[in-house]
């Protein structure tokens, strides 16, 4: 008989050291939610994450987890997928994260659509080292190291992801909780590579993409009946038009996985017998010298 599960199964007792106030505890609270209302157990979830402020979210979701390398949680994420096809795989990162140093990792996860779901904390700078100006903050955003203005125009993580073979694409604010819960857990029953990107404003260095400012920038343009989640053409245009950031399940269509695709055993890798098969590994050793 299953065991039911509260948000509070899935908290570990290792203490946050994020700044007060920082968005990043909305999204921790929504994915923990996430996890109790799907009915999974923590034996049964890896949370793979990168560098940052965000990076640290693996240490306080109660898990398997694997802290890896900058830039690095895709792959790491669609390896444990394959390896273990029973696990629930969750990868989580921010900005800089996902989209400077693990925008190729981001785009090849895309085209490959293995079936896990991929957080980005966007806060629009790069919060663990002081404030500096991240893939997506605003031309003209001031920092330490961009006094006079980034020059640099943003990325659209979303957008970029439509052009790369998204399956799932969806934007929440972490000041609406709800709504995230349900993102996450439409993300994970995904069948695919789902991206939910959450606008998540840093309250220590980022003083223009604050709450106030998000809250009056930021739209639901799935509550609007005309709009179609399922319709390319129209998830591309919403995400690229300018106006308010818009918020919702944005895009979702069905495609084969990247695991139904390849021909690695379906059985965990961890079940399988390495007795008998010396030989097939010496041959691999001499073909690789």
Known sequence: MAITLSPKDFATATPSWWCPGCGDYGVLAALKSACAELGLQ???VAFISGIGCSGKI???LHSYAFHGVHGRALPVATAVKLANRDLTVIAAGGDGDGYAIGAGHFIHALRRNADLTYIVMDNQTYGLTKG????TSATG???GTTPSGSAEAPINGLALAL???GTFLARGFSAQPKQMVEMIKAGIRH????VVEVMSPCVTYNKINTYAWFKENVEDVTQHTEYDPTNRSQAFEVLTRTGKIPLGILY??????????????KEPIATQSIVGHSARFVELQRHYR
């Open 252 to 265: 979702r269509e069905e495609r084969p996985t990247f695991e139904e695709l390849t021909r690695i055993p």
């Open 132 to 135: 500096q100006s991240s893939p």
């Open 42 to 44: 923590p034996k049964d």
């Open 191 to 194: 069948r695919g590579f789902s």
């Open 141 to 143: 955003y001031i920092a």
């Open 58 to 60: 693996s240490g306080y």
């Open 163 to 165: 052009a790369a073979g």
